[in-house]
């Protein structure tokens, strides 16, 4: 019989690989109805290349033993120095009635280097038990009230955190909106150059060059000459830095050179003025509103050729 049965195993190709594993996922000693079983195998040495092929377990029984995921198959080791590798494969099994269970073996059909075999690896057999109840102590807590604990910080932080978030968005959008609609109402009638004109004359004179009134003095005739930026280049100037409104006002073709770097330098003496608590010398003071003046005059002065220009044409 023994002599018989190596043949049959030598003709058909099949290799003993051992016992297959069977661990409930949940970690007790006894394995319930309903527990989840995890049902597979492990192949140690496996050469890559080697092309696996496993057996449908769909057919098991949906009402007493249920397939609840299919074959998957992991890599646990990887001998780089070898090129050999340990193969894990499993599904994942359910029991819905109590008693002894033997499962089918489990059949793996690999195929390397042209050769083909069959490796089996031997079923094993478990009990199932229902779970134990006790009936009294059910009885007992059956209308038990619902245990109710106090709110802690960690769980109202977030919501918290979230209204103090939409409170700084509501705030920051309406001062957006009043700053947006107090611009609109202060939009003069008058040409941009005019009110530029109008408020550059109003810093006229010495006397706002004393140290403790030139901060103010800088400020107003850079604001003048920024609102006249945002009307004639439609740069929003009131809100830039001074780098950032000349990065803005490069490429314009009707302010010079010279003028370009005749007004950056204003905006800077300003900044280091109104920031850097600088003292600015009366021979430069002397030559801030006449230089403001100009840009708006010689900006505005090709704008009127320009129109004209067009209405020769």
Do not use: C
């Amino acid at each position: 019989m023994n002599i018989l049965a190596s043949i049959l195993l030598v003709l058909l190709e099949i290799v003993p690989k051992g016992d297959a594993f069977l661990r409930p996922l949940q970690k007790r000693d006894s394995i319930y109805v309903g527990d989840r079983l995890e049902y597979g195998f492990e192949l140690d040495n496996v050469r890559p290349g080697t092309d696996l092929a496993l057996q449908d377990l769909k057919s098991l029984p949906a009402d007493t033993l249920a397939l609840v995921r299919d074959w998957k198959v992991d890599t646990t080791r990887f001998r780089r120095r070898e090129g050999l590798m340990n193969i894990r494969g499993s599904v994942l099994l359910a029991p819905f009635e109590e008693g002894d269970f033997a499962l089918p073996p489990i059949y793996v059909q690999r195929k390397s280097d042209g050769k083909t075999d069959t490796l089996v690896f031997k079923t094993p057999v478990f009990r199932v038990a229902q779970f134990p109840l006790d009936s009294a102590r059910i009885a007992e807590n059956a209308l038990a009230p619902v245990v109710r604990y106090p709110l802690t910080y960690a769980e109202l932080f977030p919501w918290l955190a979230g209204a103090d978030i939409l409170l700084i968005a509501l705030i920051v959008g309406l001062v957006l909106w009043r700053r947006r609609k107090r611009r609109e109402e202060e939009k003069p009638s008058e040409p941009a150059h005019i009110t530029a004109l109008r408020k550059l004359d109003g810093y006229r004179g010495s006397q706002y060059w004393a140290p403790e009134k030139q901060k103010g003095f800088y400020s107003g005739v850079t604001d003048a000459l920024k609102n006249y930026m945002e009307s004639r280049f439609g740069v929003d100037a009131p809100e830039m830095t001074t780098a950032e409104v000349f990065d803005a006002l490069k490429g314009a073709g009707d302010i010079s050179p010279e003028l370009f770097d005749e007004t950056r330098e204003l905006f800077e003496t300003a900044d280091f003025v109104k920031f850097a608590k600088h003292t600015a010398p009366d021979e430069y003071n002397a030559k801030v509103v006449p230089t403001a003046v100009k840009f708006v005059t010689d900006t505005y002065r090709s704008t009127l050729e320009e129109e004209q220009e067009g209405d020769v044409l």
